[in-house]
């Protein structure tokens, strides 16, 4: 049985590499099938905590029409220098 490289990630073709170094071409086939045919089709939805608690902050001003974050949005950064505390917001433009 012989794989298509040209239809594998790089991550995917570096694995086969490394499995046919280490347990020669038949067993490495063989081990590379049974590891793909195991891994999901669908990739992981990952959450953001810091997105989330953000929009769980702004979310009190959905229904607000007075509150406008404009076209290009809003830069947050945690503040910096001695005695320093918060956030800061700076406007995109």
């Known amino acids: 049985m012989t794989i ?3 239809t594998l990630t790089k991550g995917q073709v570096r694995k086969l ?3 046919r170094k280490g347990l020669g071409n038949d067993i ?3 081990a590379f099938g049974k590891w ?3 891994q999901t089709k669908t990739p992981k939805d990952v959450r953001d905590p810091v997105a989330d608690a953000l929009v769980a902050a702004l979310d009190q001003f959905k229904d607000d029409k007075t509150f406008r ?3 290009k949005g809003y830069v947050v950064k945690r503040s910096k220098g001695k005695g320093a505390s918060g956030f800061i917001a ?3 433009t």
């Open 17 to 19: 590499n490394a499995l």
């Open 4 to 6: 298509d490289q040209s």
């Open 69 to 71: 974050l404009g076209t």
């Open 36 to 38: 793909m045919k195991s």
């Open 90 to 92: 700076q406007k995109v």
């Open 28 to 30: 490495a086939e063989n």
